[in-house]
């Protein structure tokens, strides 16, 4: 079965600009959870969404956006982006909600 | 608000040593605990699930094990290899949070 996968992998935009993420989760998985990690912060959580429906959501700026389609692939954008955007994005997929299985992440650096 | 630790925050040890992460958390009424291996620069793989009506969980030579009562969760690494070489991260569900995180224990095994 394969993974999680996210594209792009790597990611240089300026300041200003947006940007949008892809996660396709493992066949089946309908929950798909966005992270951002960084040096500072560790791991924080962005967003969850389960059947194309946002279930939860962290404490985030609005520029920090998701959504799910039919087919379970998730994507997260960021508008104006800001220096301190800059991080691994990380997203992870579930069948039931239990145990969660991340992808290999998608490095965004802002200039 | 759940808060999760780990300590130490970096750890180095000779090869063939056996060694223990460490992982608490504030609020007990967690219904699972996820430990997770993370590569510089790649996303997290999933180590072991235990769910909150289990006290151990093992994979080859690893076991976790879970006490919720006290809040603690603790990793053991038999006979560590160069390979164990990576950050260590647990982390647990808690409220609208599909997983909160520690910060980590940044892991060296020195052949």
């Known amino acids: 079965k394969a993974g999680v996968t996210q594209t792009p992998r790597y990611l240089i935009k300026t300041r200003g600009q947006q940007v949008t993420l892809s996660c396709s989760p493992i066949?089946?998985?309908?929950?798909v959870s966005w992270y951002q990690q960084t040096p500072g912060q560790g791991l924080q959580f962005l967003f969850e969404?389960?059947?194309?429906?946002?279930?939860n959501k962290g404490n985030f700026p609005g520029r920090f956006s998701g959504r799910q389609f039919s087919n379970s692939r998730s994507e997260m954008n960021v508008s104006t982006l800001e220096l301190g955007d800059s991080a691994l994005y990380l997203c992870?997929?579930?069948?039931?909600?239990?145990?969660?299985?991340f992808g290999p992440g998608t490095r965004l650096t802002v200039l | 608000k759940q808060e999760v630790t780990q300590i130490p925050a970096a750890l180095s040890v000779p090869e063939g040593e056996n060694l223990v992460l460490n992982c608490s958390f504030t609020?007990?009424?967690?219904?699972?605990l996820q430990w997770f291996r993370q590569d510089p620069g790649k996303g997290l793989t999933s180590l072991l699930l235990?769910?909150?009506?289990?006290r151990e969980q093992t994979s080859g030579r690893l076991n976790a094990s879970l006490d919720k009562s006290s809040g603690r969760s603790t990793l053991y690494i038999a006979a560590s290899q160069p390979g164990d070489s990576a950050t260590y991260l647990c982390a647990v569900p808690s409220g609208n949070t599909p997983l909160v995180f520690g910060k980590g224990t940044r892991l060296s095994v020195i052949a």
């Open positions: 609020d007990s009424a967690i219904y699972n």
């Open positions: 969404y389960f059947s194309e429906t946002q279930r």
């Open positions: 066949s089946g998985h309908r929950s």
């Open positions: 235990i769910q909150s009506s289990q």
């Open positions: 992870a997929s579930s069948s039931t909600g239990n145990e969660q299985f």
